[in-house]
Structure formats: C-alpha cells, structure tokens
Nanobody, 126 residues
Framework: QVLLVEAGGGPVQTGDSLRLSCTASGRIGSPYSIAWFRQALGKAREFVAAIGLENDLRYVRHSLKGRFSISRGDAALTAYLQMNNLQPEDTAAYYC???????????????????WGQGTQVTVSS
C-alpha cells in the first residue's frame, strides 16, 4: 500500500506564492512518478504538473507554465509544486497522485493514477 501526504496549502492573497509538498511512503514501485491535480468547487479535476522521481522528467500544464513549477526533493519520494503569482482562479483542492510510469512522457489523466493523497486546500482571495 502506498501513502501520499500533501502539505503546504492555505489561504493566501492574489500575487502570493505557495509551495506544496507531497511525500510518498509504503510499497513504492519503480520508476515512480508524482503528479499534481486540482479540483475547484463544482468543476472537474484537472492535471497541473507531473515529475518522474528517478528521471526528473517534468511537465507542467501549458496554461500554468511561467507561474507553476514542479521539482523533486533531495529526500527520496518527495515532490514539490511551486506556485507563484497566485490568482483567485487557482483556488482549489490540490491533490498529489502517484503511479509507476516507465514511459518517456507523463500521464495527465487522473484515472491513470492509483495512488492519491488526501488533498490540501489552496484559497486565493483578491
């Protein structure tokens, strides 16, 4: 069983930055990728970014490039989502998800990921 734990959410003002973390533990397969998804109230869950923890292959949703970035931690099985210049439309519950991915591209569909964290809320007020 895999456990994913997110941290770092909270209320912020427009233009602020936040860094979310996701730490995986348990029976982790290899090579393992971690992705971030978000879900605003009343909307579908959408892909934000993904990273391969072994090959460091990174992918950020096109519309978020320039403001969001993803990285892996020095400690194994940790990924970070750096969010800059946050806007009210970024308000959502943010979830990290994990999957064994030996492809050269990230998976962007939520249904592909078997492992999920509990989510962390990000609320951006104007």
């Amino acid at each position: 069983q895999v456990l994913l734990v997110e941290a770092g959410g909270g209320p912020v003002q427009t233009g602020d930055s936040l860094r979310l973390s996701c730490t995986a533990s348990g029976r982790i397969g290899s090579p393992y990728s971690i992705a971030w998804f978000r879900q605003a109230l009343g909307k579908a869950r959408e892909f934000v970014a993904a990273i391969g923890l072994e090959n460091d292959l990174r992918y950020v949703r096109h519309s978020l490039k320039g403001r969001f970035s993803i990285s892996r931690g020095d400690a194994a099985l940790t990924a970070y989502l750096q969010m800059n210049n946050l806007q009210p439309e970024d308000t959502a519950a943010y979830y990290c998800a994990g999957v064994v991915n030996n492809q050269a591209y990230p998976y962007t569909e939520a249904s592909t990921y078997p492992d999920w964290g509990q989510g962390t809320q990000v609320t951006v007020s104007s």
